[in-house]
T-cell receptor, first 115, second 114 residues
Framework: DTGVSQDPRHKITKRGQNVTFRCDPISEHNRLYWYRQTLGQGPEFLTYFQNEAQLEKSRLLSDRFSAERPKGSFSTLEIQRTEQGDSAMYLC?????????????FGSGTQLSVL | AQKVTQAQTEISVVEKEDVTLDCVYETRDTTYYLFWYKQPPSGELVFLIRRNSFDEQNEISGRYSWNFQKSTSSFNFTITASQVVDSAVYFCALSDPYGQNFVFGPGTRLSVLP
């Protein structure tokens, strides 16, 4: 078990480009979350999957954002037509419904810089 | 709507001092969960504790202790005899009864000076 992994660690892109991030959760975890964190702030919830079903989406998630978890394992988060305001750390977390503590395990994040 | 407030943006203490990090929450749910997470300089958030809203017993784990007071909607975290390795950003969080809708507070940056 190597924990939650995210790829890439850093992404620099020009405004208007599309970017895609990948998250591989802990293998037995059925829940997967995407959060966004800007400097000096706490993580802000973006979306949440239970298995392959996307159960919740934040209002922060504009129509330029889309997330998938096609086989209930890894997930991708795509941002289309990036804007400078999208610059942030994108965090993925996973959890298991059988965990009595319901704790989230976080990845190291993908730092996005939009120039 | 759920909300978590951590009024202390930054705290600095000298090693071996005790320090308390405050957390105040708002929720309309009668059942909810409260959490503390630590984010060290490496960046990866680490789970510290979860507390069920029905369980108001205070908890102690080594140098860490948590004081949950439902009457004041507070879930404060105390580090006793702080160490330099405790330096991190600490987040308080709240989730609904289904363990979903995690809402994090803005965090408190703790610096423990040698």
């Amino acid at each position: 078990d190597t924990g939650v992994s995210q790829d890439p660690r850093h992404k620099i892109t020009k405004r208007g480009q599309n970017v895609t991030f990948r998250c591989d959760p802990i293998s037995e975890h059925n829940r997967l979350y995407w959060y966004r964190q800007t400097l000096g702030q706490g993580p802000e919830f973006l979306t949440y999957f239970q298995n392959e079903a996307q159960l919740e989406k934040s209002r922060l998630l504009s129509d330029r954002f889309s997330a998938e978890r096609p086989k209930g394992s890894f997930s991708t988060l795509e941002i289309q037509r990036t804007e400078q305001g999208d610059s942030a750390m994108y965090l993925c977390a996973s959890s298991w419904t059988g965990d009595p503590n319901e704790k989230l395990f976080f990845g190291s994040g993908t730092q996005l810089s939009v120039l | 709507a759920q909300k978590v407030t951590q009024a202390q943006t930054e705290i600095s203490v000298v090693e071996k001092e005790d320090v308390t990090l405050d957390c105040v929450y708002e929720t309309r749910d009668t059942t909810y969960y409260l959490f503390w997470y630590k984010q060290p300089p490496s960046g990866e958030l680490v789970f510290l504790i979860r507390r069920n809203s029905f369980d108001e017993q205070n908890e102690i784990s080594g140098r860490y202790s948590w004081n949950f007071q439902k009457s004041t909607s507070s879930f404060n975290f105390t580090i006793t005899a702080s160490q330099v390795v405790d330096s991190a950003v600490y987040f308080c969080a709240l989730s609904d009864p289904y363990g979903q809708n995690f809402v994090f507070g803005p965090g408190t940056r703790l610096s423990v000076l040698p």
